[in-house]
């Protein structure tokens, strides 16, 4: 896969070399983004590809390649919209070229803008490239037209689920928890573990009820990993996890154990500390012990353990040899905090 992603911006850098520097620049800029993930996306491809008997291992790594892509182009557009100008400790494609306008004295709020319009562009690019990688794959016409649905369906629902979010942040009403992880697999769980899955049955020319089952084991699994994304965006060991535990309060993201202390008598203690910029450590460590007594901690662990055994319960739906391929993945994909 990770070859697949070399050849492709290779192609691309030359071809915008004959433009000029500095798109060459921005492409280069773009694969940067590309590294250092976990290629969950990828691998799930692989793995049920493989799992139900698919030997075209370099046709597989295209399609996992797409799905990376796609990743790439949801992020860079996600920091735009949160206005961040880092990823994973380094500078996103909106830093840089932020930093790059601030070092030649362009005034800060100048140079955010320029930073932010170029991740724009290179989000279309990689959105764009995921088609294209895809399309490069020789795959049969038919196969070809229902992975394309698939990724059309991946970006439909996340653009619907990004949208869902913003009005979250702008509304004075806590959404319900279930609006809250409807949101979450609108905006994540559909293209991280729903449709890579099913792109890999299709690949291997799976049954329909196949197809199906896999879709449901990663609507199960995509919900159950964000409800723990909203407790490690709390409780995690930021250490462990590289996560921030104060960015999310300081946001006042609507997550689901927020969403479930809305409900509580605790609300109002949390309210007046959720969405403040200037949150200190003490003042979280306020809410994190509001959060625990009111039991919205509690209730975001027990969601996660039961959609997790939705998830394990539509592997029985599969063949065995699958299915014990999968299984493992519910684990790593949980046990992020320990």
Same mark, same amino acid.
């Given at each position: 896969?990770?070859?697949?992603?070399?050849?492709?911006?290779?192609?691309?850098?030359?071809?915008?070399?004959?433009?000029?520097?500095?798109?060459?620049?921005?492409?280069?800029?773009?694969?940067?983004?590309?590294?250092?993930?976990?290629?969950?996306?990828?691998?799930?491809?692989?793995?049920?590809?493989?799992?139900?008997?698919?030997?075209?291992?370099?046709? *597989?790594?295209?399609?996992? #390649?797409? !799905?990376?892509?796609?990743?790439?182009? $949801? @992020?860079?557009? %996600?920091?735009? /919209?949160?206005?961040?100008?880092?990823?994973?400790?380094?500078?996103?494609?909106?830093?840089?070229?932020?930093?790059?306008?601030?070092?030649?004295?362009?005034?800060?709020?100048?140079?955010?803008?320029?930073?932010?319009?170029?991740?724009?562009?290179?989000?279309?690019?990689?959105?764009?490239?995921?088609?294209?990688?895809?399309?490069?794959?020789?795959?049969?016409?038919?196969?070809?037209?229902?992975?394309? *649905?698939?990724?059309?369906? #991946?970006? !439909?629902?996340?653009?619907?689920?990004? $949208? @869902?979010?913003? %009005?979250?942040? /702008?509304?004075?009403?806590?959404?319900?928890?279930?609006?809250?992880?409807?949101?979450?697999?609108?905006?994540?769980?559909?293209?991280?573990?729903?449709?890579?899955?099913?792109?890999?049955?299709?690949?291997?020319?799976?049954?329909?009820?196949?197809?199906?089952?896999?879709?449901?084991?990663?609507?199960?699994?995509?919900?159950?990993?964000?409800?723990?994304?909203?407790?490690?965006?709390?409780?995690?060991?930021?250490?462990?996890?590289?996560?921030?535990?104060?960015?999310?309060?300081?946001?006042?993201?609507?997550?689901?154990?927020?969403?479930?202390?809305?409900?509580?008598?605790?609300?109002?203690?949390?309210?007046?500390?959720?969405?403040?910029?200037?949150?200190?450590?003490?003042?979280?460590?306020?809410?994190?012990?509001?959060?625990?007594?009111?039991?919205?901690?509690?209730?975001?662990?027990?969601?996660?353990?039961?959609?997790?055994?939705?998830?394990?319960?539509?592997?029985?739906?599969?063949?065995?040899?699958?299915?014990?391929?999968?299984?493992?993945?519910?684990?790593?994909?949980?046990?992020?905090?320990?």
């Amino acid at each position: 896969m990770d070859a697949a992603l070399e050849r492709f911006f290779s192609v691309a850098v030359r071809r915008a070399s004959s433009i000029g520097a500095s798109y060459a620049r921005l492409w280069t800029a773009l694969e940067s983004s590309t590294r250092g993930g976990k290629r969950f996306r990828p691998r799930l491809v692989l793995d049920a590809y493989e799992g139900l008997g698919g030997t075209d291992l370099a046709a *597989a790594a295209a399609v996992g #390649a797409g !799905f990376e892509l796609l990743h790439t182009a $949801l @992020i860079v557009h %996600d920091d735009v /919209i949160d206005r961040d100008f880092t990823r994973r400790g380094t500078p996103n494609v909106s830093g840089v070229y932020r930093d790059d306008a601030t070092t030649a004295g362009i005034p800060i709020p100048t140079a955010e803008h320029r930073g932010m319009s170029t991740a724009i562009i290179a989000g279309d690019l990689a959105l764009t490239g995921a088609y294209r990688i895809v399309d490069g794959a020789g795959l049969p016409e038919a196969i070809r037209v229902r992975v394309h *649905a698939l990724f059309d369906e #991946a970006v !439909f629902a996340a653009a619907a689920g990004e $949208l @869902i979010d913003v %009005d979250f942040s /702008i509304s004075p009403d806590v959404p319900s928890v279930d609006e809250v992880i409807g949101m979450e697999r609108l905006k994540t769980a559909v293209y991280t573990f729903e449709a890579p899955l099913q792109a890999g049955a299709v690949l291997a020319g799976a049954r329909e009820a196949y197809i199906a089952a896999l879709g449901d084991f990663g609507k199960e699994l995509g919900i159950a990993y964000q409800a723990m994304d909203d407790l490690l965006g709390v409780f995690g060991d930021e250490a462990r996890t590289g996560k921030s535990t104060l960015g999310d309060l300081r946001e006042g993201k609507r997550t689901v154990p927020v969403a479930f202390a809305a409900t509580t008598d605790a609300w109002p203690g949390i309210r007046r500390y959720l969405g403040k910029s200037d949150l200190t450590d003490g003042e979280a460590h306020e809410v994190r012990r509001m959060l625990i007594a009111c039991g919205a901690e509690t209730f975001t662990r027990t969601l996660v353990s039961s959609r997790a055994a939705a998830a394990i319960r539509a592997l029985e739906r599969v063949p065995p040899a699958l299915a014990q391929r999968l299984a493992p993945v519910v684990r790593e994909a949980l046990d992020r905090d320990r």
